[in-house]
C-alpha cells in the first residue's frame, strides 16, 4: 500500500494510492482503518507531510563515501542524533533559509517510518513494528555545525525535516537507488545497498535505546554528493519505488 495524507475540508485526511487518485480512509494507518469510497484526483490533492514524528531519529555517516567526504572513519557504532518534530515541512512547501546560517545544505534520506510502539525489538521482528518507507530531506545549516559541536541547532530549524510524498511497504530498503537533485541537476546518487548499519539493525538497535512511537521516522543517513544551496533553488529528493520530494528554498 501506498499512504498518503492531504488536507481536507475539516482537517487532513489519510488515504490510499490508487492509479492517480487518493481513496481516503477512515481512521490512520497507525492504528484501524476502514476504507471508504470517496475518492480524490491526487493530482489536485495538498500533500501532508504523510506521519506526524514524536521525533526523526537521524542517523550520521551512515554511507561510506559521505564519512570519506567529512575525512572521518566509518563508524562502528551508529551515530544518532534527533531533529525536532516542529522541523517537519510537507511535500512542496519552503525550506527556510535562517538568517544566522551560510551554507544550507540538503541530505536525501530514505526515512523508516513506525507503524507501532516499539521498544526492545529483536531485528528478526522489526517488519511487524514498521508502517513503510519515505523520502526525507535532512536539512542541515552545514557552518553551524562545527561551531556548536554537536548538531542539535545544525539540525533543528522549523522546516528542516521535509517528508513524503507517500509511505509505502511495497519496496525493498536494503536496495533502492537514492538521488537529490538542486534546480534538475543530480548532487547526489547512491543505493540504499550501500548503507553501513542497515534498516532492520537501525530500528532493533535505537528500539533499545528509546521507545519508538506510531509515526516517528528514523533517517538512515545520506550518501556523498552534499553542498549548498540558496534561495530559489528546488531542491528534489528522489528513492526508486516510492517517489519525489519537492521543496523550494525560501528567504526567512
Ligand atoms: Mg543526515
Known sequence: MKYVRIQFPGGPRFGIIDGDTVRLIEGSPFGSLVMTDFVVPLAGAKLLSPCEPSKGVCIGLNYRDHAEEFKLPIPTEPVVFLKPSTSVNDPQEGIVFPPQCKRLDYEAELAIVIGKTAKNVEESDVHEYILGYTCANDVTARDLQPKQGQWT??????TFMPLGP???DEVDPDHLDIESRVNGKTMQHSNTSN???KPAFLVSYLSKVMTLLPGDVILT?????????QVGDQVDIVIEGIGTLTNTIVAP
Request: hydrophobic letters at 50%; aromatic letters at 14%.
Open 153 to 158: 541547532v545544525a539540525k533543528s530549524f522549523d
Open 166 to 168: 507517500f509511505i509505502t
Open 195 to 197: 548503507l553501513i548499519f
Open 221 to 229: 543517513g545520506t550518501p556523498g554528493g552534499i553542498s549548498g544551496m
